[in-house]
């Protein structure tokens, strides 16, 4: 199988389950077979649920390739590969969570999370870039967060594995221009998807060695459950994701930054609303340390709005 005229080529990188997955079936299933994505994974033993979620579009409209973003030799191997090497939309997607007090985190488990969110989104880009700006097309997606646009509490590599992506962007966008190529970054809140499982089992297995006693309890007894109720609470399903990620690359001026989370907008706001940064740091201090109660209750009330049977009511009152 392989694009036909008119279909724009779409690379993912980690399509072996949440948000790349969703979005590798989402643009393949696409009803004027627009795309032709080539959804990649680092390990290929992982393909059966693509596989199945995929059903009938796979071989036509969808392909599965092995690609390690942290290797340059495959992902050489998987773009040269692909006819022509023509990419007209990356998405880097592949990215790793890391939550935990610093003390207890070891400098290559840091550099791991750098090495797949960061360096590994600039060796993909980097690899495409010489034929993008050649054909003068492209548009570059990378899969951000809105923790790197607000640093979050015990995610301290993580957060600056994703500001270092929007800096890197932002300095890029300039550039590509020139060349008519687009890059935007997706800034999605929570999602539900394997990400907060995989961490929580990471914590599961970890005794915090040379962190403190207080810093252990603050983050085991008042991080995680915060961190819990705010998945289940705002969190988002991939495929909520994967539809803002496809909007964003329908568009013929394509926006540079898309947060798909509204409830996370005003959170985000503050610290442009106080250039000391004062108001951020406090707030998300008294969040946690200080109204406890109070971030509980707001938690309650928000999944009692955003329930469906609430929105029934108050959409079809009787
Ligand atoms: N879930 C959230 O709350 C959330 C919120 C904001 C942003 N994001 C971002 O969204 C992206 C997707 O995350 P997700 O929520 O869909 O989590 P996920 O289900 O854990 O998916 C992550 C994907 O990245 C892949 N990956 C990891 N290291 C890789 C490497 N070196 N090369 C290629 N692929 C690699 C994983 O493959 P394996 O199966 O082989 O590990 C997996 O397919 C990430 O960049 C994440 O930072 C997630």
Do not use: W
Not at 29 to 39: E, F, L
Not at 160 to 176: H, R, T, Y
Not at 185 to 196: A, K, M, R, S
């Amino acid at each position: 199988a392989m694009a036909s005229g008119g279909q724009r080529v779409v690379l993912i990188t980690g399509c072996s389950s949440g948000i790349g997955l969703r979005l590798a079936v989402l643009l393949a299933q696409d009803a004027k077979k627009r795309y032709y994505v080539v959804a990649t994974m680092r390990d290929l033993r992982k393909k059966g649920r693509l596989e199945e979620e995929a059903g009938d579009t796979l071989n036509k409209t969808l392909t599965i390739r092995a690609l390690d973003v942290c290797s340059d030799e495959s992902v050489t191997q998987c773009l040269d590969g692909i006819q022509d090497r023509r990419v007209d939309v990356l998405i880097n997607n592949a990215g790793i969570g890391q939550i935990g007090p610093i003390e207890s985190l070891g400098m290559p488990e840091m550099q791991k999370v750098f090495e797949t969110n960061f360096f590994g989104a600039v060796r993909m880009i980097k690899a495409v870039l010489p034929d993008m700006k050649r054909r003068k097309s492209g548009h570059i997606v990378v899969m951000s967060s809105v923790m790197g646009l607000q640093g979050i509490v015990f995610n301290d590599i993580y957060s600056a594995s994703k500001f270092a992506m929007e800096g890197f962007c932002e300095s890029l966008a300039v550039q590509l221009l020139k060349f008519n190529i687009n890059v935007s970054l997706i800034e999605p809140g929570p999602v539900n998807t394997e990400f907060e499982m995989k961490l929580m089992e990471e914590v599961g297995k970890s005794e915090f060695p040379g962190a403190d006693a207080d810093t252990v309890h603050y983050f085991k007894n008042v991080y995680l459950p915060a961190s819990h109720e705010i998945f289940v609470t705002l969190g988002q399903s991939p495929d909520t994701v994967a539809k803002a990620t496809a909007r964003v690359i329908e568009m013929s001026r394509p926006v540079f930054r898309c947060q798909t989370n509204a409830l996370y907008t005003p959170l985000v706001a503050m610290k442009y609303a106080d250039e000391s940064g004062n108001l951020s740091v406090r707030t998300f201090y008294n969040l946690l340390f200080n109204y406890g109660t109070l971030f509980h209750l707001s938690m309650s009330a928000l999944r009692c709005l955003t329930c469906s049977c609430f929105r029934r009511r108050s959409v079809y009152p009787s």
